[in-house]
C-alpha cells in the first residue's frame, strides 16, 4: 500500500520556514500603527537603532493603540511612536482636559507602575481635527467646532474613522462636549478618508493636523474652540528596560513643518516609509522616488507595479506567507483528521461537530484575532496561526468524514475476515481510499488560508497583507496590488499542487 510522504515534505517545509522566519533574540522591535506617520516614524527610530549598531527589526501597521499597548505589555514589541494625549486618555484612562496636559516626569510617573516609560519627546504635536471641503466649509459657514451644533443633524455625511469613534478622545467624547447632531455612520479606513471626501462621498473626517493631504485638497479644519482635544506631542512609548540613550538624537528635532513634509514625500511624492526616514536621517529632503528603469514607474517617477512586485521584501514576505499557511494547515490535519474519523464511527455526533466546526468557520477574522491576542497576551504569529487553524478545521474534518462514508463497505469487511484488527483496517484500508476526498478537503482549507492570511498582517504576523495593509494606508493601489497579486498566485500554485496530489492518489497502485 502507497505511504503518504507528502505529510513528510510538509513537515520538512514547516521546519524549513520556521528558521528563515525566526527572529534574531537580540533583536530590538519598533512597532507602528497603521497610518503614514507612524510608519514614517517607525521607520525613523529602528534606522536610528540600527546606525547606533542595535540590531532592530520594525513590525508595521499593527491596528490601533489597544493592539500595541498588548504588544508592549507582552515584550512583543519594545517601542513605538506614540502621542501624549493618546496616552493619557486611552492608555492610562484618564480624562486628559482635567488632568490637563502633563510634564513628561509627570506622565512617567503614571506609567512606572506599567513598566513602561514615555522618552525623547520628538519636536511636533499632532492633535486630531474635523475637517471639511472649503466650499462646503463657506456654504454652511463653519470655522469652530462649535459652529456645527447648529446644523440638521442630515447636513452632513460622517467618514470617521474606526479608531477615532471608538476614542474615549475620539467621537463619542466630542459629540458630548459639542451636543453634535450627527450619526457617525460606518466607520471608514484614515486613509481612504480624504479620497473619498474629495469624491463627494463624505463630507466630515477626522484628520490629523500633520496630514500632508489638507492642502493639497483643500480641507478647512474647524478650530477646536472648547479645547476639547488634548496636546498630542509625539514621543517614544517604550518599555522601562529600554536603553533610551540611542534615540536621544532624535530629540527636538521634527518639528510640524517637517512632519508634514515626511507625510508628503510618502503619500504625494510616492517615496516608500524607509526611503522618507532615510533622507530625514541624511539631513535632507526624502528621496524623489524616481526610478532608472523605463516602464516600471508609476506617473510623477513614483515606484509602479512592477518595483513594488519585486521589492527585496519579497522573499521574506514569500516566507511568512508560507509559514502562516502551512503552518497551521499541519495544526489542522493533526486535529481534524482524527475529528473526522470519531465523526464517522460516531454517526450521532457527527451533526454536532460539522455544526460546531461551522459555527468557528462564520466568526469574523478581526474579530477572532482579537480574542486570540488578548487571550495568549501577545501579537505575531501564534495567534495568526491559531486563527488559520480554526478556519482550516471544517473542510478537512468535513472531508475527512465523507471520504470514509464513501468507502464500500464490503471491502473492511474483508480486511476484516483475514485477521486484521480495526486500526489496520483504518491504516490499511479506510484511509487510503478515503485520502483523495481527504486531500480535498486539505486544499479547500489551504486555499482559504492563502487569502485568510493576508489580516494577519493587523497584528505583525508579516506576509503579503504588510504590503496591502501599509498601501491602504497611503491610499496607494500599487502597493495593495503588489500584496494581492502574489497572494492570488500562491493560491493559485497550492491549488495546482494539491490537484496534483489528488490525481497522484486517485490512481491505481
Known amino acids: 500500500m502507497r505511504r503518504m510522504p507528502w505529510l513528510h515534505r510538509i513537515a520538512w517545509l514547516l521546519a524549513a520556514l520556521a528558521c528563515a522566519g525566526a527572529d534574531a533574540a537580540d533583536k530590538l522591535s519598533v512597532g507602528s500603527k497603521r497610518f503614514t506617520e507612524s510608519y514614517i516614524l517607525g521607520e525613523i527610530v529602528c534606522q536610528t537603532l540600527v546606525a547606533a549598531g542595535t540590531p532592530c527589526e520594525h513590525?508595521?501597521?499593527?491596528?490601533?493603540?489597544?493592539?500595541?499597548?498588548?504588544a508592549l505589555a507582552a515584550g512583543a514589541v519594545q517601542v513605538y511612536p506614540e502621542y501624549t494625549g493618546t496616552i493619557v486618555r486611552e492608555i492610562l484612562k484618564r480624562e486628559g482636559a482635567r488632568e490637563g496636559n502633563p510634564s513628561l516626569d509627570e506622565l512617567n510617573r503614571w506609567l512606572a507602575p506599567r513598566g513602561l516609560k514615555a522618552a525623547v519627546p520628538?519636536?511636533?504635536?499632532?492633535?486630531?481635527?474635523?475637517g471639511l471641503r472649503e466650499a462646503d466649509a463657506e456654504r454652511l459657514g463653519l470655522r469652530r467646532l462649535s459652529d456645527l451644533a447648529r446644523l440638521d443633524p442630515k447636513a452632513l455625511r460622517l467618514g470617521l474613522s474606526h479608531e477615532f469613534l471608538k476614542r474615549a478622545d475620539g467621537w463619542p467624547g466630542l459629540q458630548a462636549a459639542y451636543g453634535l447632531p450627527f450619526a457617525p455612520g460606518a466607520?471608514?479606513?484614515?486613509g481612504l478618508a480624504y479620497e473619498a471626501l474629495r469624491g463627494g462621498q463624505v463630507d466630515l473626517i477626522d484628520v490629523y493636523s500633520t496630514d500632508a493631504k489638507i492642502g493639497r485638497y483643500g480641507v478647512r479644519v474647524l478650530e477646536d474652540d472648547r479645547g476639547f482635544f488634548p496636546k498630542y506631542d509625539a514621543v517614544l512609548l517604550m518599555r522601562a528596560e529600554v536603553d533610551e540613550r540611542p534615540l536621544q538624537r532624535l530629540a527636538g528635532r521634527i518639528d510640524e513643518r517637517t512632519m508634514i513634509a515626511l507625510n508628503a514625500a510618502v503619500e504625494l511624492d510616492g517615496n516608500t516609509f524607509a526611503e522618507a526616514a532615510?533622507?530625514?536621517?541624511?539631513?535632507?529632503?526624502?528621496?524623489?522616488g524616481q526610478s532608472g528603469q523605463s516602464g516600471s514607474s508609476g506617473p510623477g517617477g513614483q515606484p509602479g507595479f512592477l518595483q513594488r512586485l519585486f521589492a527585496p521584501d519579497l522573499l521574506r514576505l514569500t516566507a511568512q506567507h508560507l509559514l502562516l499557511v502551512f503552518g497551521s494547515l499541519a495544526l489542522a490535519i493533526v486535529v481534524a483528521v482524527p475529528l473526522g474519523i470519531w465523526a464517522w464511527r460516531r454517526p450521532r455526533l457527527a451533526p454536532w461537530l460539522m455544526g460546531a466546526a461551522g459555527v468557528l468557520q462564520t466568526l469574523p477574522s478581526l474579530a477572532l484575532l482579537a480574542f486570540l491576542i488578548a487571550a495568549l497576551g501577545r501579537i505575531g504569529l501564534w495567534p495568526a496561526l491559531l486563527a488559520l487553524f480554526v478556519y482550516a478545521l471544517l473542510p478537512i474534518v468535513r472531508n475527512t468524514h465523507a471520504g470514509l462514508a464513501a468507502v464500500p463497505q464490503g471491502l473492511p469487511l474483508?480486511?476484516?475476515?483475514?485477521?486484521m484488527r480495526e486500526g489496520q483496517v483504518l491504516r490499511t484500508v479506510e484511509l487510503p481510499l478515503a485520502l483523495p476526498t481527504l486531500?480535498?478537503?486539505?486544499?479547500?482549507a489551504?486555499?482559504?488560508?492563502?487569502?485568510?492570511?493576508?489580516v494577519a498582517a493587523f497584528i505583525g504576523a508579516g506576509g503579503y497583507g504588510e504590503r496591502i495593509v501599509a498601501g491602504l494606508a497611503v491610499n496607494d493601489n500599487a502597493a495593495m496590488l503588489a500584496g494581492a497579486v502574489p497572494a492570488a498566485l500562491l493560491?493559485?500554485?497550492?491549488?495546482?499542487?494539491?490537484?496534483?496530489?489528488?490525481?497522484?492518489?486517485?490512481?491505481?497502485?
Not at 466607520?187 to 484614515?190: K, T, V
Not at 532615510?278 to 524623489?288: C, H
Not at 474483508?414 to 485477521?419: D, E, I, S
Not at 493559485?492 to 496530489?501: I, M, P, R, S, T
Open 59 to 70: 513590525k508595521q501597521g499593527l491596528g490601533n493603540t489597544g493592539i500595541l499597548e498588548q
Open 122 to 130: 520628538l519636536g511636533f504635536n499632532n492633535t486630531y481635527a474635523l
Open 187 to 190: 466607520g471608514l479606513d484614515h
Open 278 to 288: 532615510r533622507g530625514f536621517l541624511a539631513g535632507g529632503a526624502a528621496a524623489s
Open 414 to 419: 474483508a480486511a476484516r475476515a483475514l485477521g
Open 439 to 444: 486531500l480535498a478537503g486539505v486544499k479547500t
Open 446 to 454: 489551504a486555499v482559504i488560508n492563502v487569502g485568510t492570511a493576508t
Open 491 to 509: 493560491a493559485l500554485a497550492v491549488q495546482v499542487l494539491f490537484d496534483a496530489l489528488e490525481r497522484r492518489y486517485r490512481r491505481p497502485s
